[in-house]
């Protein structure tokens, strides 16, 4: 059964930082793109970042591109999200997800939240 | 680049059939043959329901089918039942490894 597990979540002040992390099982993680999605109380989802196999790949949403940065761990079966400069707006449940060529996302975690708040 | 345009809200009776539209433009809906939805239930994880604009993954019933015309993508739900309550997002490969998503639409199951 595939799992993905996220946590890192939690208050932070503006102008904070938080690093999230997502433990990958039931699948061969190093084979997988990966991604993160958020969503805001009361919006939609939004897509934020996604990487490839072996890391060499990165894409952002324009929003958070040099604040946040996606990365992996393989050996540890990790997803991972640094969240630097945190604003009000980036405050969200944040969802792993594997990614199929990047192009849809197969599986989901349950999300990890993150409140940016003085 | 903004958001799909997605319905805010649909609902229907049990048995009965809705339709969920999507609409992008030319540069993503309307580019690829890309688009999936998702069903989420708040509170938990988001599901896979199509891929690829009218694929199902293993397990999702065939209750759900997924169909483009131009920019505008549609997900139908026959047979409606209880547990279809949720709000489903659409979603475009919009290039370059980026994908957009639609605002979201609650349906209601009467």
């Known amino acids: 059964e595939v799992q993905l597990v996220e946590s890192g979540g939690g208050l932070v002040q503006p102008g904070g930082s938080l690093r999230l992390s997502c433990a990958a099982s039931?699948?061969?993680?190093?084979?997988?793109?990966m991604s993160w999605v958020r969503q805001a109380p009361g919006k939609g989802l939004e897509w934020v970042a996604t990487?490839?196999?072996?890391?060499?790949?990165?894409y952002y949403v324009d929003s958070v591109k040099g604040r946040f940065t996606i990365s992996r761990d393989n050996t540890k079966n990790s997803l991972y999200l640094q969240v630097n400069s945190l604003r009000a707006e980036d405050t969200a449940v944040y969802y792993c997800a594997s990614t199929f060529s990047g192009r849809f996302f197969d599986y989901w975690g349950q999300g990890t939240l993150v409140t940016v708040s003085s | 680049q903004s958001a799909l345009t997605q319905p805010r809200s649909v609902s229907g009776s049990p048995g009965q059939s809705v339709t969920i539209s999507c609409t992008g433009t030319s540069s993503d809906v309307g580019a690829y043959n890309y688009v999936s939805w998702y069903q989420h239930h708040p509170g938990k994880a988001p599901k896979l329901m199509i891929y690829d604009v009218r694929k199902r993954p293993s397990g999702v019933p065939d209750r759900f089918s997924g169909s483009r015309s131009g920019n505008t993508a549609s997900l139908t739900i026959s047979g409606l039942q209880a547990e279809d309550e949720a709000d489903y997002y659409c979603?475009?490969?919009?290039?370059?490894?980026?994908?957009?998503f639609g605002g979201g639409t609650r349906l209601t199951v009467l």
């Open positions: 979603c475009s490969y919009a290039g370059t490894y980026t994908v957009i």
């Open positions: 990487i490839n196999q072996d890391g060499s790949q990165k």
């Open positions: 039931g699948f061969t993680f190093s084979s997988d793109w």
